[in-house]
């Protein structure tokens, strides 16, 4: 892509993370960051980041197990708890080491982990490190689902069926309710990803829980992100205090990597305390995310099945054609991502838009018609 100047990766972005930047000193709105609530730049939050470094210094100093744990770490602990509604939780240093540390560090031989198709690279990693078995079903195929469970419960110990709560690619949901109803019928446990769904969806933005309304538990593992809508670094699991006790003592990514800095722990723990009592946010990304999918499939868009989540992708087709569509909307002043194989499959090349809360009515007017535009000149619509 480089070659015939269509690259419109790695740009360096020269201003905060929120829904305009700043690249070679030109404004873009930004249409793929995953900060979906714009709590980057958030004054509370940067507030308590700015406390943090003065009380804390820069860095943890150890590890978690060791002498890298500091109050804050309890704090945001027994804050994610509270908004899982789980007994315990535990922070690591990035949501990719939590889901292979926790899938590998869980599961072994006699154990099978039954995957969605479509779960997210750390989950296949996970799996691929850990000494138990793996199976894929189909996306989103609840019967695909249920033949996986019934050809192969009997082999194995344990089962657990991990999914992720919002899928980054296509932005549809996973149905959790049928989902957990499945795994009982067939003795099996049941872990969500949440990196896209953690503060993007359910009427208090809780998730994947607070979207179906379960049960508190209803889902075994809920892992997360402290990286998306929580504006911050880390991941982290919610689960029962004994699942929790275990990892600590257990796990590898827990016991020999450094914890997570003290002034990233303080700003995902404002965060969250914003995301609980802030609700014009969850408000208004989940009123523009609506404008902004009915717009562009009113103007002939397929939007794959993504529905109530701030991940629309607008599919272009082929590789080339997804490329030139993102470098004309550069050119128009909107940084969109675009996402081709084998990412996705070869010819469902998208763009893939991340709508924020912070993107205002008139934005989000202007990119609707310039994909509108654009996309009669490409002949996409
Ligand atoms: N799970 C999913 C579904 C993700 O999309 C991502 C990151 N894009 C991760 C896990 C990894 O999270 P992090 O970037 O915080 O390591």
Known sequence: MNRIGLNTYMLPIQSAASSKVLIDGQEYLMLGSYSYLGLITHPDIIQAGHEALDKYGTGAGGVRLLTGTT???????????SFKRTEDALVLSSGYVTNMTVISTLFGKDDLVV????????IYDGCILSKADWKRFNHNDMDDLSRVLEENRENYKRVIVVVDGVYSMDGDIAPMPEIIEIAKQYDSSTMVDEAHSI???GPNGRGVDDYFDLEPGAVDIYMGTLSKAIPSIGGYIAAKKDVITYLKFTSNAFIFSAALPPVSTAVALKALEIIETDKERIKSLQKNYAKFINGVKEIG??????????????VIGDDVKTFRFAKQMKKEGILVPPIV?????????????????THTEEEIDYIIETMEKIGKNLKVI
């Open 301 to 314: 868009y397929d939007t794959l099945k993504s529905k109530d989540t701030p991940i629309v992708p607008v």
């Open 71 to 81: 109050d804050l770490h309890h704090l945001l602990e027994k804050k994610i708890a």
């Open 199 to 201: 503060g993007t969806v």
């Open 341 to 357: 194989f084998p990412a996705v499959p070869r010819d469902k090349g998208r763009l893939r838009c991340c709508v924020m809360a």
């Open 115 to 122: 995957i969605d198709k479509y779960d997210h690279q750390s």
